[in-house]
């Protein structure tokens, strides 16, 4: 028994900031932008939490699978920008569709917490349960220093999700999951202060927002994504040339391609809509994965790799047949 990925859904906020847009606010440029990360544009919301946005991807999953929200045995959202520390996001979402006998939860892997939720709903649906959602969901524009130009053009808002059934055979043929919390201080956002009466807090307040060792996590991703889809691949027993599509975290298009190069493949093979939405954590690969299941890019029966990397450090992959 395990999962199968019965519908895909995503959903952004409508107001979009292009590279323009932020040119106009700090010191930098399009032409800077889009040369390092691949990034033109990302969604950033006005008035709504990370809760809504998931809200909106388990609405959508719901009408386009027929179930109703009664039907739903668990809520896992992946998120690293929670409405709250508690209740959690998932709960909220719970609350707000009506899910009446979901338990619900969040994973917090940052950019492989899709995939890591992805493998945990994958052993739920062995055992007892039967039909989940699964959703990444960010506002990442609540993380971001709106002066510190490194960070502030990488990062978007967004969400994207599936709805998961227990089916006799799983589509996930393999799974390779690691982390590395020894370099988890290389990419941090929102620290918690200790702030009450008896607190000695070593550390600066202003560490709410992103801080990355740009070089570091950029090195770890180019040699710890490969080492990972490698090994992923020798579980299913695939080669590289069996795999359809590699649905990667959209980190950075350029990070993007170095896999791709490292790896031996044609990039064509490697989907990609950073430009559009920039980096969104948790939320990448569903957002991905939704457009192109739905434009019919991906197709039932295609082998698919799933890869996602980022704060933890982390990295997760799956080998998916579709
Ligand atoms: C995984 C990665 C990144 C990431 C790391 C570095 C980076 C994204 C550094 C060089 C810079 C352009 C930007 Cl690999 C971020 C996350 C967080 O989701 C996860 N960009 N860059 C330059 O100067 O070219």
Not at 85 to 107: E, N
Not at 141 to 163: H, I, M, N, P, Y
Request: proline letters at 2%.
């Amino acid at each position: 028994m395990g999962l199968k990925i019965m519908q895909t859904a995503h959903y952004v906020p409508s107001k979009v900031v292009t590279n323009d847009d932020l040119a106009a606010m700090m010191d930098t440029s399009d032409e800077w932008i889009s040369s390092r990360t691949g990034i033109k544009q990302r969604h950033v919301v006005r008035d709504e939490q990370t809760s809504d946005l998931a809200a909106k991807v388990a609405e959508k999953l719901l009408a386009k699978s027929g179930h109703e929200a009664e039907d739903i045995d668990f809520i896992i959202v992946a998120t690293m920008s929670p409405d709250y520390l508690t209740p959690a996001t998932a709960a909220i979402v719970q609350g707000k569709i009506g899910a009446k006998k979901a338990w619900a939860f969040d994973v917090n892997a940052a950019c492989s917490g899709f995939i890591y939720a992805l493998a945990l709903a994958d052993k739920l649906l062995a055992g007892k349960y039967r039909l989940g959602l699964v959703i990444g969901a960010e506002v990442l524009s609540k993380l971001v220093d709106w002066q510190e130009r490194s960070t502030a053009v990488l990062f978007g808002d967004g969400a994207g999700g599936v709805l998961v059934e227990a089916k006799d055979k799983s589509s996930i043929v393999a799974e390779d999951l690691a982390t590395f919390g020894q370099d988890g201080g290389t990419l941090t956002a929102g620290y918690q202060p200790l702030e009450s009466a008896f607190a000695q807090d070593q550390v600066d307040k202003h560490r709410h927002f992103f801080e990355m060792d740009g070089r570091a996590v950029y090195r770890f991703a180019t040699h710890e994504v490969p080492n990972s889809l490698t090994r992923v691949l020798a579980k299913a027993d695939w080669s590289l040339d069996d795999v359809s599509w590699f649905i990667l975290h959209q980190a950075n298009g350029r990070i993007i391609s170095a896999i791709a190069q490292h790896l031996g493949q044609d990039e064509s093979k490697f989907l990609n809509n950073v430009a559009k939405f920039g980096n969104t954590s948790a939320a990448s690969i569903p957002i991905l994965l939704d457009e192109a299941v739905s434009s019919g890019q991906i197709k039932s029966g295609e082998k698919l790799l799933l890869s996602g990397f980022g704060g933890g450090l982390t990295a997760g992959s799956l080998a998916i047949v579709y």
